[in-house]
Every structure is written in structure tokens, then in C-alpha cells.
């Protein structure tokens, strides 16, 4: 069908006023001036370009440089999403406490019966199940413990947060029954080859969310490394080998490639080289001590989502911009 200039540039007009001024959908529009849904859409295409309409958008809330930095940040990592939150002059449990309230909303859109959700452990990680409301219409989730437990500390005892998450809703948790940390590379596999660990580790290929916390840098000479049960000779050795932090204990460069150390295959958990592939990795943390890690877990592609502090990601990016790091 063939439209004169005149009625083409009317109907362009009235297709405007019924969008944006009475509020109609375009299939109402469509219908409404006899068009089709392909030729209105095109109408309004042309009418954008020729300046008919534009758009300003007011950020009532000051919020504007905190969606810029995301979306720099997104943009940067190929982030599926990511959200801040500002903390300025916020002490280090203020920051925990506050990202960990955002990851809870976050996680509450998501969360749904039948879901399969795979945890790690950390103190932000914690006290983000500690906030989750709870909701018994959501029903037969699967909890799995990606990680052994460290030590007598709630924050690195991945069952303890697994049936946290499941006093909150409804669900079965599948426990890594397994300590953190093997004596010797040789107990360690064996561990990991017993059937019901070997089941967990199997089935943490296909969950529908992965909820990890982000260890921060190791520091020389220091006696402990929060709660990890390493002597100073082991925390050296990570800092040798250019330890920028670690998920579950799996320690990784600030160039996201993973340490060798003797460590290494003494861990029971899973291989966060893994993780590139997992339907979605929510990374939760922030804070002045993990600006390294979390560089170093971007930079290896282990998180999909990132919930931090604005402070944490300007510090971030400032550092993934820097040409020497």
C-alpha cells in the first residue's frame, strides 16, 4: 500500500499521540489507524530519526552515575548483569551489610520452585541469606555445597548456609560432607571419587544459579587468612604465586589464571574453571580488600552477575584501565 507524504507524516503524528499521550499499546495503534504492527513499527523508526519525538530522561534520584558505571563495567567483563550499591564512607561491615540487602533482592527476583542453586560460602554471602525474606510458596529447591567445610565459623561452613536457605523456603540441601583442606593430594582425590561427592561435583554442572563469594588478596608474613585454616609459610606461598584471591579456595591471579601452589589439588570443591560455563554465577562482595579479586575473577570470566559497591567497582575499573596492574 502505497502512503502519500502528507497522510504518512499524519499517521506518524497520531501513532505518537496514542502512544505516548494516551498511553495505547502499538497493537491497539495498529488497529486503530488500519496499519499493520510492521508498517507502524516502521513509522515510528522514521519518526525518531526525523526528530519528531525525543526523549530526556530525569533522574529524579541522582542515580544516573551509579547505571553508567554498571553498564561501563558490563560492557567491560561482557557481564550478563551487575548491580551497586553506594557506600561512600561506609565501614567495612556497613559495605558487607548493604550488598549483602542488594544480592538478597536479587536473588528474590530470581528464585522459583524447582530451582537447582549452587553455594559457595564468605561473610557477605552469609548475612545476604540471613536477609532473604522468607517464603514457603517457593517449594523443592536443591541446594548444593560447592565447597568443604573450613571451620568452626557459620560464614565457611557451606551446610550451615545451605540449610539456611532452605529454612527459608522449601527444599532439600546436598552437603560436599568433606573438609576444605586434605593433607595430601592423594586424600584429596579420593575424596572427591566418593560416590556421593562425586554426585554433588557432577550435578554442579547444571544449576540454575551459582551464589559465590569472593576471598580477598592474601597479604605476606600475615598469621591467617580470614578464616582458611593456612599457616603464614601457606599464605607466603599464595602471595608468591601471585594470588589475587579465590572462590571457594581455588586462589587466581589478578588475570584470572589460576595459582599453582601446593595447595592446589588439595581442595574439595569444584573447579571454578568450570564456572565460564554455568547457566549464571552471582558474584557477591566489595569492599577496599577485595578490589584485586574481584579484578582477577573477572578477569577469568568466573561470574556472570557482580553485586558490589560503587567504591569497590570504580577502584575496579580504574585498575582494569591502567596499563600496568
Known sequence: MSISQEHRYYLKLKALYYLYEEGHTQTEIAKRLNISRVTLGRLLDEAKEEGMIKFEIIDVRGAMKTLQLEERLRRRFGLQDIKLVDCPNAD????????????AAYFEQLVHSNMKI??????????MIESLAPDKSIKD???????????????????????????????????LTAPFMCQSEKLCAAIKQEPTIASI???????????VGIG??????????????????????????????????NFFTIDGQLCETTLKNRIVSIDIRDLPNH??????????????????ALNGHYLHVLITDVQTAEKVLALAESPVQ
Not at 561435583?201 to 551464589?211: C, E, G, P, Q, R
Not at 588478596?217 to 594470588?243: C, G, K, Q, W
Not at 554465577?281 to 574481584?294: A, M, Q
Open 92 to 103: 567495612s561491615d556497613s559495605v558487607t551489610k548493604k550488598i549483602a540487602s542488594e544480592a
Open 118 to 127: 549452587g553455594l559457595t560460602w564468605g561473610r557477605t554471602l552469609n548475612s
Open 141 to 175: 529447591l536443591m541446594v548444593y555445597t560447592l565447597v568443604g567445610g573450613s571451620s568452626q565459623s557459620v560464614d565457611f561452613q557451606p551446610n550451615v548456609l545451605a540449610q539456611h536457605i532452605i529454612d527459608k523456603y522449601g527444599g532439600r540441601a546436598n552437603i
Open 201 to 211: 561435583l557432577d550435578a554442579s554442572h547444571n544449576l540454575d544459579a551459582t551464589l
Open 216 to 249: 580477598e588478596e592474601p597479604v605476606r608474613d600475615a598469621d591467617h587468612l580470614s578464616d582458611y585454616p593456612f599457616d603464614t609459610a601457606m599464605i607466603n606461598e599464595l602471595v608468591d604465586a601471585r594470588a589475587a584471591g579465590d572462590i571457594c579456595g
Open 279 to 296: 547457566k549464571q554465577v552471582i558474584g557477591i562482595g566489595g569492599g577496599e580488600k577485595k578490589v584485586h579479586s574481584l579484578l582477577g
